[in-house]
């Protein structure tokens, strides 16, 4: 029984920091976007700010991901990180008002 509540205990840990994660991610993508198109600036477009933001957001991802797999995580909360990332992009993609 108490490996039942370790393997469910570490899916749920995975969920929740897979959504902390996309929350951060997608808050950093978007203040990308908002900084290229001027609105958070009062700038025009910047190809620097969109490599750098690209860049930042690549090594935010692949950090996280060698973190997961140093600190030993299997498959399954892998796949767990995933799905709560997943649930933080539908539902950003819902908060945020599409513009045109």
Excluded: C, E
């Excluded at 108490?2 to 978007?30: C, E, P, Q």
């Excluded at 477009?45 to 490599?51: D, E």
């Excluded at 909360?77 to 993609?93: H, K, S």
């Amino acid at each position: 029984m108490t490996d039942i509540w370790n393997f469910a205990s570490g899916l749920a840990t995975a969920l929740v920091a897979g959504a902390a994660f996309g929350a951060l991610y997608f808050a950093l993508l978007w203040h990308t976007t908002k900084s290229v198109t001027g609105v958070a600036t009062g700038g025009g477009p910047g190809a620097l700010r969109l490599f750098l933001g690209f860049v930042l957001r690549l090594a935010f991802a692949g950090g996280a991901l060698v973190l997961a797999i140093r600190a030993g995580a299997d498959a399954a909360q892998l796949l767990a990180a995933v799905l709560g990332f997943t649930f933080v992009r539908q539902g950003w993609i819902r908060y945020i008002p599409r513009q045109g």
